[in-house]
């Protein structure tokens, strides 16, 4: 697999260096997208170490800024013949954070870096992906899309530049959540809009996995309480990275696009009821997503709002 090329962001630290250390010691030439070069130069060299893989490269990419993404494209493409697989797992979650951000653009930070930074990533890489014989999109997406089974949530399309900064209260859960719904609805339009280049796009819903001592630091005294206790049975990150690979490279996800997979790797389907037992049912399973993701005019407002932000 030495000729398989996987860009991976966020690949420093959790999940994101599980699944390097996965493709690296699958023989595939994985490419770190970090923000922060100087830890992630130490991760590098760990993964070439235990995997004996010297086909780890690193690159600097931050997701919340446009012109880092495009700087990353034109230095990738210019170093590479193609790319196989691109797996958007970096996110941004800061826990326990008050204040609305924005991002270099003035682009909400959450939305920035986990919808329209992907967005813009997968459009300026297309035609690298075009070049692979099996070339794959993976999307890490998450079960906080589930507070969608509420009829009243909805994302504030209104209010991604900041408009209402000062006379809403901000919170960053509900911004990581609407911004995840934000980049599962892109994943569906962008399976479409890549289909006719055999390009698979699809999304992983991320189920709890073990956290970082230092991820539960930043949350409020009760939620540190319940993070710890949860991480007693929390699976490992590699758990989710196996997924990751499977998804990205087993022939079962050959032809499959344009799809939301569980962390049992099942096709996760539209819920066909939201009232009643049913929302009940759809809150904890695992097999079904909210009708939100799928309404028209929710993908053609993300999707509208994505090309005028990154084209802009």
Known sequence: MRDKIVVITGANSGIGKAASLKFASEGYRVVMACRNLEISK???????????????????????????????????????????????????????????????????????????????????????????????????????????????????????????????RHNVYKMYGDSKMALLMLNFKLAEELKSQGIKVNALQINRVKLSKETIRKMRSIWKVLAWAQNLTNPLPSGMADNYFHICTSDEYKEVTGQLINHKREIVQLASSEKGIHQLKNIFGSGTYPNYATDAYNIEKIWGMSIALTEG
């Open 42 to 168: 130490t991760v590098q060299q760990e993964i070439m170490h235990r995997t004996n893989n010297p086909n780890v490269d690193l690159m600097e990419l931050d997701v919340a800024s446009f012109d880092s993404i495009r700087d990353f494209c034109s230095a990738f493409k210019a170093a590479y013949p193609r790319l196989d697989i691109l797996i958007h797992n970096a996110a941004y979650l800061n826990h326990g954070e008050k204040e609305y951000k924005l991002s270099p653009e003035h682009i909400e930070i959450s939305f920035a870096t986990n919808a329209f930074g992907p967005f813009l990533m997968t459009r300026l890489l297309a035609d690298h992906l075009a070049k692979s014989q099996d070339p794959r999109i993976l999307h890490a997406c998450t079960t906080n899309i589930k507070h969608f089974f509420d009829p009243k949530r909805k994302i504030d399309f209104d209010n991604l530049r900041g408009e209402y900064r000062e006379s809403r």
